[in-house]
């Protein structure tokens, strides 16, 4: 046998050896980084257009990187571990009138991604059941299944979440629910009415997340703000982000707002110095520029009307979107009239790509007629459409 061979047995059997719970996952599907599509297409990078991964479309604000510029002089030392500054400057920014959040109620995560880890990993022992809905964000269902958990998969109801029956899903082998908020990639929400009747039927030691990763996009009056519910529900944990509206995604934070019981367990499995400094100090330092949130709202907004209008000109039916991203779908033609110019959703995904337009598939949300696109700056929007209907036309023709 050659070394290479050796070699190649040694993985396999490794492979083997891994935890059964591994060996059948699947690595999260990111969106397709601009330089790997300008590598395979030979594109240039800054032809391209990126609306695949919900990123805010404006840049960071300008004192998260002057925050970020003094801070590198102070790379030989750790960051913070309990992230102190960051704690009380959230403390402040989310106590109000009637809610009061204090640093022990705050967990800090490399990304809000971590926080989901690590609520899954303090309450899910192998085969213990964790309940979501159809349609939303793929991490639920790799975390739960990492820890050898059984995902409940409820089927959605118009895209959205189904509380009702989600609530009926919960049986004495529930340890957690997960419910998004406004939901990705489907963009649907739920009132305060929903979440409280829903709060209100699920037993006292099923954990809750709320994950509110696109809170501060929603313009709906109805919109449940999980912080109120906090008080009167110990199981509650609110997970947030600065990876969005605060345009910080490339740094990793985001964070979870709990009973202080929930903190003090995720705190025992967060890993040291989970949260860099450069993410630490960008966040303290976007937290307090309004100005800054305020204008990525308004390019939402004002972006969002106008893929709408676009799509309803081009004829393609989408989902009311109160994120930051829209899905919508390129309806099924019918198989048995074979003809060439047959387009469906993957096909239009492989077609934009070509003329250097990401955005993203989600058949792998059961949602395969569907496409999921970011709300980017005007320009990107209209280069984005432009690309759209030049294909749809083509197929028409
Ligand atoms: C983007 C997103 C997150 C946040 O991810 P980060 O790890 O904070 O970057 C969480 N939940 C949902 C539903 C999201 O779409």
New binding site residues.
């Given amino acids: 046998m050659t070394d290479q061979k050796v070699d190649d047995l040694k993985i396999q059997t490794l492979g083997e050896k891994a935890r059964v719970e591994i060996q059948g996952l699947r690595p999260y599907q990111p969106g397709k980084p601009i330089d790997e599509l300008a590598r395979e297409f030979g594109l240039n990078a800054s032809d391209i257009v990126k609306l695949a991964s919900?990123e805010n479309p404006i840049g960071p604000s300008t004192k998260a990187i002057a925050a970020m510029e003094k801070e590198a002089r102070e790379l030989t030392r750790y960051p913070d571990g309990n992230g102190f500054d960051l704690k009380q400057a959230l403390c402040q920014k989310l106590t109000t009138d009637t809610v009061v959040i204090k640093p022990e109620n705050v967990t800090l995560?490399n990304?809000?991604?971590?926080i989901?880890d690590f609520i899954v990993k303090c309450f899910v022992a192998r085969g213990d059941e964790v309940v979501f809905s159809q349609h939303a964000?793929a991490?639920y269902g790799l975390v739960t299944k990492i820890q050898g958990g059984e995902c409940k998969v409820v089927p959605a109801k118009n895209y959205g979440h189904d509380l009702i029956a989600m609530a009926a899903a919960i049986t004495n082998k529930t340890r957690l629910v997960f419910v998004?908020n406004p939901?990705?990639p489907t963009g649907t929400w739920l009132t305060q009415t929903d979440i409280e009747n829903f709060m209100a039927k699920v037993p006292s030691n099923v954990v809750v997340v709320l994950?509110e990763?696109?809170f501060e996009y929603v313009n709906e009056t109805d919109y449940c703000d999980g912080l109120t519910l906090l008080a009167a529900y110990p199981n509650l944990v609110i997970?947030r982000?600065?990876?969005?509206a605060y345009g910080l995604?490339a740094l990793?934070v985001?964070y979870g707002i709990s009973a202080p019981e929930i903190a003090d367990l995720m705190n025992r499995v967060r890993p040291p110095f989970n949260v860099n400094s450069f993410a630490l100090a960008a966040a303290i330092a976007t937290l307090s520029d309004d100005d800054y949130v305020a204008e990525s709202k308004a390019v939402n907004d004002t972006g969002m009307v106008y893929l709408t209008q676009s799509f309803d000109v081009l004829g393609l039916p989408y989902i009311p979107s109160v994120g930051n991203f829209i899905s919508f779908e390129i309806p099924v033609v019918d198989g048995s009239a074979v003809n060439a110019n047959v387009i469906n959703a993957s096909i239009v995904n492989e077609r934009l790509l070509a003329m250097g337009v990401i955005i993203r598939p989600i058949a792998n949300y059961e949602m395969p007629n569907h496409l999921r696109v970011s709300i980017g700056t005007q320009t990107e929007n209209e280069t984005f459409i432009a690309a759209l209907a030049k294909i749809l036309t083509a197929a028409n023709s």
Avoid at 241 to 244: G, I, L
């Fill in positions: 919900n995560g990304g809000s991604s971590d989901l964000f991490i998004t939901n990705n994950d990763a696109y997970t982000t600065f990876s969005k995604a990793r985001g």
